[in-house]
């Protein structure tokens, strides 16, 4: 998961397959990182292409090179990676040798033998 922030003064809205986030003015939501990457390229547009949000975030821009100054947005907006701790499963297998230990364990009472087949032996 990555944080992504909306550092602006009003909300922002990108999309990933037709389905619109929202990231509140102001706000710092965490997404997948392919997701927040993807939204931190479109908020970084944004910024760039209006001026004045330069001026809210201080970004010194001295021309109109459409990647001066990313990098440093891309600083202020987006927060490092966090691993997400997978719950672990068993596998079907796993599953299986926990039954097999659990029915080896159950103690069996044991019949006495009838009087005729004790003879028989």
Known sequence: MI???????????????????????GETREFYGFL????????VDHIILHPECHQKLGIQRTTN?????RDEIYEII????????????????????????????????KEEEFEDIKKLK
């Open 3 to 25: 944080a992504l922030t909306n550092p602006l003064g009003e909300d922002f809205i990108f999309k990933w397959d037709k389905v619109p986030h929202i990231i509140k003015a």
């Open 65 to 69: 090179d459409l990647f001066q100054g």
């Open 78 to 109: 987006l927060g490092k990676e966090k691993k997400i701790k997978k719950q672990s499963k068993k596998t079907e297998g796993e599953v299986v040798k926990e039954k097999m230990d659990n029915i080896k364990n159950v103690e069996v009472e």
């Open 36 to 43: 927040a990457k993807h939204g931190a390229k479109h908020l």
